[in-house]
């Protein structure tokens, strides 16, 4: 089994930054795709990023292109989204995922963490 545990969510000013971290534990995920998701309120859980198992690969949506950057440390077991220009669309709640297989659709990925709140203020 593996637990995901988020965090570093919390409230900024539009055209601030956040970094969210997504602690792993109870077994290596070095050899998982790992995925960053959000979830704004009355709305579905959205695709932000995703990156593979070697770190040589990594895809955002469109709406983050540009302003958010996925990223992680094996060594650490841990994974990242640094997140600058935000917008306050981009106040959701941020979900961790991972999975031996992954992709962008949130019904690939078998283990989830928490979430953690951002909220973007105008």
């Known amino acids: 089994q593996v637990q995901l545990v988020e965090s570093g969510g919390g409230l900024v000013q539009a055209g601030g930054s956040l970094r969210l971290s997504c602690a792993a534990s109870?077994?290596?995920?070095?050899?998982?795709?790992m995925a960053w998701f959000r979830q704004a309120p009355g709305k579905e859980r959205a695709f932000v990023a995703y990156?593979?198992?070697?770190?040589?690969?990594?895809y955002n949506a469109d709406s983050v292109k540009g302003r958010f950057t996925i990223s992680r440390d094996n060594a650490k077991n841990t994974m990242y989204l640094q997140m600058n220009s935000l917008k306050p669309e981009d106040t959701a709640v941020y979900y961790c995922?991972?999975?031996?297989?992954?992709?962008?659709?949130?019904?690939?990925?078998?283990?989830w963490g928490q979430g953690t709140q951002v909220t973007v203020s105008s």
């Open positions: 990156i593979s198992r070697s770190r040589t690969i990594t």
């Open positions: 109870g077994r290596t995920v070095s050899s998982y795709v």
């Open positions: 995922a991972a999975d031996p297989s992954g992709g962008s659709a949130y019904t690939s990925y078998n283990y």
